[in-house]
């Protein structure tokens, strides 16, 4: 009976491994896969990897300035990626070269979940923005600064990194939690357990860039849970 048990689990587990490797899509970023909002995108090769850049076409007139993977459809699972953001020549000085993923970005594009990092921030000689490294928004309702202002510190934190660098991250999500990693470290940099769009959210996974940032991406890997 035992061997029978033993036997049965090592099944459902095969079986079980065999699903979630079903569901893991590694995708090839291509200007042609993506439907840009207030950025241009545009094919490169960057430090070693065939990638897409992305740049702002103007003034942002609002916080949606991403481009959306076409026929991409996620609510719980993990996004995995390699990004690269520095500020433009030309930006202002409070650019950062902020480049993220965003995820659950509805088919109207009206709401979105967004991990994001700030890159220049990584070794700044300054603690406090060491402290704002990595970034968890939400809209509509909940950018940067109102987050900050009322409760400081719980959707951001540090991590290091380097600007114009290849910076590896995760996001993983369940329902309406998410963990966020950076560089392959074995802990999260930013967890956040009250998603602000609720979690019954879906929609499409997005690259997005902040004001006066050229980010490139590449290496992008989605696994559903669901």
Avoid: C
Wanted: glycine residues 8%; hydrophobic residues 40%.
């Amino acid at each position: 009976m035992k061997k029978i048990v033993t036997t049965a689990l090592g099944l459902s587990l095969a079986l079980s491994l065999t699903f979630t490797a079903a569901h893991a899509q590694n995708i090839v970023l291509k200007p042609a896969s993506l439907t840009p909002y207030q950025v241009s995108v545009s094919a490169v090769e960057y430090k070693g990897k065939q990638a897409v850049a992305l740049e702002m076409t103007g003034a942002p007139r609002n916080e949606k300035t991403f481009a959306l993977l076409k026929e991409t459809d996620f609510h719980n699972g993990t996004i995995e990626a390699t990004i690269s953001g520095q500020p433009k020549a030309n930006s202002g000085e409070g650019a950062r070269g902020f480049v993220g993923i965003a995820f659950r970005v509805a088919a109207d594009t009206s709401k979105m979940e967004l991990f994001y990092i700030r890159p220049t921030n990584g070794r700044a000689n300054d603690q406090v923005r060491r402290n704002h490294s990595t970034q968890y928004v939400s809209q509509p309702g909940f950018p940067w600064e109102k987050l900050r202002k009322e409760t400081p510190e719980k959707y951001e934190a540090y991590a290091d990194m380097l600007p114009a660098e290849w910076t590896k991250v995760k996001v993983v999500v369940k329902d309406e939690s998410a963990q966020f990693y950076v560089n392959g470290a074995d802990q999260p940099a930013l967890i956040v357990n009250d998603l602000k769009q609720g979690k019954d959210q879906r929609g499409a996974v997005a690259l997005w860039i902040g004001p006066g940032t050229l980010g490139h991406f590449t290496d992008l890997k989605v696994t559903k849970a669901d």
